[in-house]
T-cell receptor
Framework: DTAVSQTPKYLVTQMGNDKSIKCEQNLGHDTMYWYKQDSKKFLKIMFSYNNKELIINETVPNRFSPKSPDKAHLNLHINSLELGDSAVYFC?????????????FGPGTRLTVL | EDQVTQSPEALRLQEGESSSLNCSYTVSGLRGLFWYRQDPGKGPEFLFTLYSAGEEKEKERLKATLTKKESFLHITAPKPEDSATYLCAVQARAGGTSYGKLTFGQGTILTVHP
């Protein structure tokens, strides 16, 4: 009965590689998010999609490109990985109706760039 | 810019020793204040949403309150299983580029000793 799932859970790769993280939610929500949690545990929003439309795009390097094939899926592709990209990436989802209600988070993907 | 500051950074309690966690915030029009619990290696788990000053919500040993400048998470007679990082986040009123965006504090690491 997983609500928000992410794959993979761990990702170890070399600098310069390209990688993707996938996210799926079965809650029937229409809005999905990507957050980055750094080594100091600060959670910071990166992107948000509502019904496949990009609605939040924070100051993120354009090496990061989100893609939403449908409202239940939001993937994150990262090009030319750098050491500073090492972090835990969380996907979340919520309903937009009623003014964006509480967000439900996935288990996270720990990305390590060597 | 929305800001959230949580204190203390870490809190150690004996089982049964009640205490409070603080979340101070500045936001351009509060839509909602959210409390999450995060266990090591997992995603944040939703606890409460508070919408207006004076509002209170309870769940088991936890009680969240809200004023115009801060929120408190009161923990009554905590147990070791309450040990986790507690995160506070604010959401500004919808509009512009802030749709659904959560701004998080750095969290309070709570440890409850038996």
């Amino acid at each position: 009965d997983t609500a928000v799932s992410q794959t993979p859970k761990y990702l170890v790769t070399q600098m310069g590689n390209d990688k993707s993280i996938k996210c799926e939610q079965n809650l029937g929500h229409d809005t999905m998010y990507w957050y980055k949690q750094d080594s100091k545990k600060f959670l910071k929003i990166m992107f948000s999609y509502n019904n496949k439309e990009l609605i939040i795009n924070e100051t993120v390097p354009n090496r990061f490109s989100p893609k939403s094939p449908d409202k239940a899926h939001l993937n994150l592709h990262i090009n030319s990985l750098e050491l500073g990209d090492s972090a835990v990436y969380f996907c979340a989802s919520s309903h937009r109706g009623g003014g964006f209600r509480e967000q439900f988070f996935g288990p996270g993907t720990r990305l390590t760039v060597l | 810019e929305d800001q959230v500051t949580q204190s203390p950074e870490a809190l150690r309690l004996q089982e049964g020793e009640s205490s409070s966690l603080n979340c101070s915030y500045t936001v351009s029009g509060l839509r909602g204040l959210f409390w999450y619990r995060q266990d090591p290696g997992k995603g944040p788990e939703f606890l409460f949403t508070l919408y207006s000053a004076g509002e209170e919500k309870e769940k088991e040993r936890l009680k969240a309150t809200l004023t115009k400048k801060e929120s408190f998470l009161h923990i009554t007679a905590p147990k070791p299983e309450d040990s986790a990082t507690y995160l506070c986040a604010v959401q500004a009123r919808a509009g512009g580029t802030s749709y659904g965006k959560l701004t998080f504090g750095q969290g309070t690491i709570l440890t409850v000793h038996p």
